[in-house]
């Protein structure tokens, strides 16, 4: 088979577009079905206002540590894992261990 130049392989523009539409909506449905959990408790609720808003707080960090790491291809973290290494200087290199040098 021939190998054509110019052709973009992986993922395309419209699997990425996608990708980020279904987070989105995943997004949208697990807030909703968290508000009408929450209207559904609200009678039965013995919580402080400030102990809701500490939870409310809590569930928006997670679900904003949950879509940074879905944001990223585990391809895109090895390469900014390596520019990373790249960065450190020779300290960090294993050192050469030898019995016959």
């Keep these: 088979p021939e190998i054509k130049q110019g052709v973009q392989r992986g993922p395309g523009k419209m699997q990425n577009l996608t990708q980020s539409l279904n987070k989105?909506?995943?997004?949208?449905?697990?807030?909703?079905?968290?508000?009408?959990?929450?209207?559904?408790?609200?009678?039965?609720?013995?919580r402080t206002p400030a102990q809701v808003a500490y939870e409310k707080m809590q569930e928006k960090r997670q679900m904003e540590r949950i879509l940074k790491k879905a944001s990223k291809t585990h391809k895109q973290r090895v390469e900014d894992f390596n520019r990373h290494l790249d960065t450190l200087t020779e300290h960090y290199d294993i050192?050469?261990?030898s019995w016959t040098k």
């Design 24 to 46: 989105a909506q995943m997004l949208e449905q697990i807030v909703s079905s968290k508000k009408q959990e929450e209207e559904k408790k609200r009678g039965l609720d013995k």
């Design 95 to 97: 050192p050469k261990v």
